[in-house]
């Protein structure tokens, strides 16, 4: 009995220790990520999970010492007491309720309170403006329309349905972009009822697939883990093969027939910033060129 009281007294220490390691090697982990969207995907992934281990550490903590006070009441020198037993175990129920307690309040705080706390940390990592590394001017962050030109296809198809997120940066002085990638899934958004972070995508319905010539359907299923509130999204998809920027062959329909035409004036803007002009008497002449042209085939 004697040493059961020394190692729940030495033993709440010990687990109090590793309690406060998880979280110092949370922060050594979070610290240890280079990039601001390497800390943000980490936070977002890992922050409360490696705090709800603390808690339970915190918790086994304290049932332990508890467990170890008022040894005197049981035992004697070692020579348990008459109702030694009774009280051993009434300690012993005692600190399991009061250990639980504790884990339950930390778990409502992280569950309801947290995430609110979380995301504010998580906005300041996504928005602060990011240093380009070849001049180190501050890059602007492109609004959600604006962006969809340096994403690819399947990027943009990953945004309309997968809820990945793409933020594009550019450095206005160079044109030098960065893409960043963020899991979409891991943050719930603020529940417009019960104000907390806990709105959660459940799942995903295709209405109706997009084709090359309608856009798509998808109803996002939202339910907030608090107060059950139901929601629901709807979201239009791209029309495939919408977000080529530069067609590999332009199109070019003749809208004017070409007696009343005099002249056609073709200026070619190629995303390498190359600009080309050429004039033509016909749009015959015209669209020949623009059927044939390549900014590989052009010399500067
Ligand atoms: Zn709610």
């Given at each position: 009995m004697h040493l059961f009281h020394e190692m729940m007294f030495f033993g709440s220490f010990v687990i109090l220790l590793f309690a406060i390691l998880t979280l110092v090697l949370y922060k050594i982990k979070y610290w240890g990520q280079k990039e601001l969207r390497d800390k943000y995907n980490f936070a977002s992934k890992y922050e409360i999970k490696y705090h709800q281990t603390m808690h339970i550490?915190?918790?086994?903590?304290?049932?332990?010492?508890?467990?170890?006070?008022?040894?005197?009441?049981?035992?004697?020198?070692?020579?348990?007491?008459?109702d030694g037993f009774i009280l051993f175990f009434i300690r012993l129920a005692i600190t399991i309720i009061a250990g639980t307690i504790y884990g339950y309040i930390a778990s409502l705080i992280l569950k309801f309170y947290y995430p609110t706390r979380l995301s504010r940390k998580l906005k300041r990592l996504r928005y602060t403006p990011r240093i380009n590394p070849k001049t180190g001017n501050k890059m602007q962050l492109l609004s959600e329309d604006e962006e969809d030109v340096y994403l690819d296809e399947g990027q943009r198809a990953e945004e309309d349905a997968f809820s990945i997120d793409y933020d594009v940066w550019i450095d206005q002085a160079t044109g030098d972009t960065t893409v960043e990638k963020y899991s979409g899934h891991l943050t719930a958004l603020k529940c417009d009822r019960c104000n907390f972070m806990t709105l959660k995508m459940e799942r995903e319905e295709l209405i109706k697939e997009s084709t090359e010539f309608e856009e798509g359907e998808l109803i996002q299923h939202y339910k907030?883990?608090?107060?059950n509130r139901i929601k629901r999204q709807s979201?239009?998809?791209?029309?495939?093969?919408?977000?080529?920027?530069?067609?590999d062959r332009p199109q070019f329909v003749n809208p004017l027939s070409d007696?009343?035409?005099?002249?056609?004036?073709?200026?070619?803007?190629?995303?390498?910033g190359k600009v080309k002009d050429y004039q033509f008497q016909n749009t015959h002449e015209a669209s020949k060129l623009l059927e044939e042209f390549d900014f590989n085939k052009v010399d500067d």
């Open positions: 550490l915190i918790a086994v903590a304290i049932g332990m010492h508890l467990n170890s006070l008022k040894p005197e009441l049981i035992h004697d020198g070692g020579i348990v007491h008459e907030c883990t608090y107060c979201k239009t998809i791209a029309k495939i093969g919408t977000s080529v920027k530069v067609p007696h009343s035409v005099e002249a056609v004036k073709i200026e070619i803007h190629g995303s390498n």
